[in-house]
């Protein structure tokens, strides 16, 4: 078998999206930023700012770990 390909955090943060118990909406409006730029980043059409991805991980109760 092949190696898969590691999934990057972009896509981590995608998936942690899009099983939210929030609606997009829900969390654009608690982290104070601009619906169609989340609506971009998801679509895979544009990206996030740092300050933007910031805010998302408080409203979703986010942080890194690392792996071992």
């Known amino acids: 078998m092949g ?5 990057t955090f972009s896509d981590q943060l995608r998936q942690i999206i899009a099983e939210s118990e929030l609606s997009r909406n ?7 930023i601009d619906p169609s730029h ?13 300050d933007t991805i910031d805010r ?3 409203v979703l109760g986010l942080r890194l770990v690392i792996q071992n």
Do not use: D, P, W, Y
């Open 38 to 50: 989340l609506h971009r980043f998801v679509h895979r059409t544009g990206r996030l700012t740092n």
């Open 3 to 7: 190696k898969r390909k590691s999934e």
């Open 26 to 32: 829900q969390m654009c409006i608690a982290a104070e």
């Open 56 to 58: 998302l991980a408080a």
